[in-house]
């Protein structure tokens, strides 16, 4: 074919893909197509490393991207470009923490303290993963081929996490359960070294973009160097794993999570542009917090779900579902309320960012605990009833007519929870203590015995259905050491609810201090009313202390059965938003009112 030909069909070819009247709207605006590479630098953007990127850095603006960029008037300063929203691809990663961390609560729910150490070290894993990345997209990530593939690669690395999560468990009772937890453990530590090695190739990218500016050389090598040890000392710990060790190893991966947020934070406050100033991070910690109180949804409409599976709402059980709506959304209040990313300073900003961990661990527990208490008020109600029909049939029947009764009463219970919704949880056959309790006519003593089995047998599957895990007592004719079962495991929830319900609130008001610079004396005091009514709802939690708790009479078992432990959570957050709100219209009254004097001042 001659050149002519040639030419006419290329050019018929592209006149097919691109027709005449597509040419002039792609002329005037074309589709980005993705490139590469994407440089974090505001000045240009190019495809390959090793590109020069000296040019004037002086006041930068991307106007076809519209994304703002930081002044810097040093030429060895690169000046980065800053997004004015979270990309979709940062959200996508979100979406493998948050079902990350639903399916671990589904596996691991708190029942003791070797539950919530196992609980609150998967998600310190987690969390400070979740930062790490987070903290390289909020500075340096551009939409690009190289960026999707690493961002693939921590799609796996929160997938490993779902794979190991099963098997966190840093309490065991077999050798099997020792066996499992130490290789879920072994795997765990190679997938946070692969995290860890992803993102130190990612920022080595970004420092060879950034080469040709001297200052940005020994602070992105620092970043460099924190993550590459940290993968290191995370493969070591691999091998370190054994039956007598995993604690200390396990101690040792908190340690170093932690150690390395703090250095990467540190390292970024020393440098202006690597600080967090007018990047979306206020915006991605927002948007975790959303998270993790929809985890706490998750968890409560699932407790709604459990107690009524009999189909029976007392206006107990209603008022506390109330009041756990009610408090999640005081939470939320409570934290968005206070946000004002213009009055953070740069420094503080780092701290605020850190600080984070603790305040959603408060927000994660005080939320699991809604639940849990929810499902201990319909256990309290089931067993009150119970015992009341035992202990009333019980004194005035004899033996034949009682082993109907209680028959009849426990298929009454029993059959609200299989009529309703049904149960995958066969009901126990107590047919055989029934008998015990007719031929035991005159003998009080056995009759009181096949009582407690029957009693005992029956807040078991009820316990079952509820999903509340107790451990069955060796001797079952002893109702009290099966209460103080189901009692012991509710305690531990009572105290981590409470402890964690006023942390909530001090943490808040730290986090207000960290985050307004030029803080009225009306903000002060709004802190310390937040910070006051915090302790006074952390030192409810001292009640369950056992020399406390175990006085006759005490206030603790007399709240513990009521249903005011909610209420009381709900309507001290309801008073920090009231007092709040009236401090803010006060400074405000006052700020027109001298205005208004400094106007007639000066007219005079």
């Excluded at 006041?59 to 000046?79: A, F, I, M, R, T």
């Excluded at 693939?152 to 966190?168: D, E, K, N, R, S």
């Excluded at 009333?392 to 609200?416: F, G, H, K, M, V």
Aim: hydrophobic share 50%; proline share 3%; charged share 15%.
């Amino acid at each position: 074919m001659d050149s002519p030909t040639k030419d006419i069909a290329v050019g018929r070819i592209h006149e097919f893909i691109v027709p005449e009247e597509d040419f002039h709207t792609f002329a005037i605006s074309h589709p980005d197509h993705l490139k590469l590479y994407a440089s974090p630098l505001a000045d240009q953007e190019t495809h390959h490393l090793g590109h020069s990127h000296h040019e004037d850095s002086h006041s930068h603006s991307n106007s076809d991207h519209g994304v703002p960029v930081l002044e810097n008037p040093d030429p060895d300063v690169p000046v980065l470009k800053r997004a004015h929203e979270a990309s979709t691809i940062q959200l996508f990663f979100d979406l493998f923490f948050v079902a990350n961390l639903t399916t671990f609560t589904s596996l691991h729910e708190v029942h003791n303290w070797d539950d919530l150490t196992s609980y609150l070290g998967y998600f310190a894993i987690i969390w400070f993963t979740w930062l790490q990345n987070t903290l390289f997209d909020v500075r340096f990530s551009n939409d690009s081929a190289f960026e999707r593939m690493c961002k693939l690669l921590q799609f796996g690395v929160m997938t490993g996490f779902a794979i190991t999560g099963p098997g966190y468990n840093t309490h065991w009772e077999t050798h099997q359960d020792a066996q499992n937890s130490i290789q879920a453990f072994q795997a765990l530590s190679l997938i946070l070294m692969a995290s860890r090695l992803v993102l130190t190739f990612q920022y080595g990218v970004a420092f060879l973009l950034l080469r040709n500016y001297k200052k940005s050389h020994l602070p992105m090598a620092a970043h460099m160097a924190v993550l590459f040890t940290s993968a290191m000392l995370f493969l070591g710990m691999s091998f370190a794993f054994t039956r007598t060790s995993s604690q200390r190893v396990l101690v040792g991966w908190y340690i170093i999570v932690a150690c390395e947020a703090l250095a990467i934070s540190m390292i970024s406050g020393q440098v202006s542009f690597l600080s967090f100033r007018a990047t979306v991070i206020v915006e991605r910690l927002g948007l975790l917090t959303l998270i993790v109180l929809g985890e706490g949804i998750i968890g409560m409409c699932e407790a709604i779900n459990k107690i009524g599976s009999d189909n029976v709402y007392s206006s107990d059980i209603i008022g506390t579902i109330i009041c756990s709506v009610g408090i999640l959304y005081f939470m939320w209040m409570l934290y968005f309320d206070q946000i004002s990313p213009d009055r953070m300073g740069t420094i503080r900003e780092h701290f605020w960012v850190i600080l984070h961990f603790p305040f959603h661990v408060c927000v994660i527990l005080v939320v699991e605990g809604l639940s849990r208490l929810a499902i201990w008020r319909k256990l309290t109600e089931i067993t009150a009833r119970l015992q009341f029909s035992f202990v009333t049939l019980s004194a005035r029947l004899d033996a034949t007519d009682l082993a109907d009764q209680i028959e009849e009463t426990l298929n009454r219970q029993l059959n609200n929870f299989t009529s309703f919704q049904g149960s995958d949880i066969m009901a126990p056959d107590f047919s055989p203590y029934y008998q015990q309790i007719e031929d035991a006519a005159g003998n009080r003593t056995l009759i009181e015995e096949n009582l407690n089995r029957t009693f005992s047998g029956a807040l078991t599957w009820v316990c079952n259905n509820l999903k509340v895990k107790i451990e069955e007592p060796e001797d079952l004719t002893n109702e009290i050491a099966y209460l103080d079962k189901i009692y012991a495991s509710f305690s531990t929830v009572f105290v981590y609810f409470f402890t964690f319900a006023g942390a909530f609130l001090v943490l808040l008001a730290i986090l207000f201090l960290l985050g307004k610079r030029r803080k009225l004396r009306g903000e002060l005091l709004a802190v310390c009313v937040r910070a006051i009514c915090g302790v006074v709802i952390s030192c409810l939690a001292i009640m369950a202390v056992p020399s406390v708790a175990a006085k006759e009479g005490s206030a603790y078992n007399a709240y513990m059965f009521s249903a005011w432990m909610l209420p009381t959570v709900l309507v001290i957050y309801l008073l920090v938003i009231v007092v709040d709100n009236l401090l803010i219209r006060y400074v405000h009254s006052v700020v027109r009112w001298r205005a208004h004097l400094h106007r007639k001042a000066v007219e005079a």
